[in-house]
């Protein structure tokens, strides 16, 4: 099944549908956490990817660090030529070598160096794979993430 960005009537965007009472479909709601540019790969293991970001311009929001919270995020790939592409992950965070967070990131990055960059953390490999499949080295990525209860 396609995943639908969106249903618009008359120019107007439709974000709940309803069948009578009762909710059929409702749109997605995705709070954008952070953009990077010009990155490349860096590390590779089986649920994890580390892109660097040094000297990289890119943002990202950290007040979404509760990961229990986080229940998928999704990430546009924008290559310098070409289309933009829609991938999707369990989780995404940066690490910087000013960043006191040790203890945070030895619960979830499964052994990886904790080098500065951004770290993105898959269900499977399948999901990881997808990702690769998808980015080249140079392109840029913007990241959302969907919170548990739909908040």
Avoid: C
């Amino acid at each position: 099944m396609a995943t639908r960005e969106g249903i618009y009537v008359g120019g107007h965007e439709i974000v709940e549908r309803y069948v009578g009472s009762r909710l059929v479909w409702e749109k997605e709601k995705w709070i954008f956490v952070g953009s990077f540019r010009d990155l490349s790969l860096r590390t590779i293991s089986s649920d994890f990817l580390v892109l660097n970001t040094t000297n990289n311009d890119g943002t990202f929001d950290d007040k979404y660090r509760n990961r229990s919270k986080i229940t998928k995020t999704k990430i546009n790939i924008k290559p310098k030529n070409g289309v933009k592409r829609v991938v999707y992950a369990r989780y995404a965070y940066t690490h910087y070598s000013n960043d006191h967070s040790n203890d945070y990131l030895n619960n979830y990055s499964g052994g990886i160096n904790k080098a500065p960059g951004l770290y993105i953390e898959f269900t499977d490999i399948n999901q990881r794979d997808e990702f690769k499949r998808n980015f080249t080295n140079g392109d840029s990525l913007d990241i959302y993430i969907k919170l548990s209860g739909g908040h």
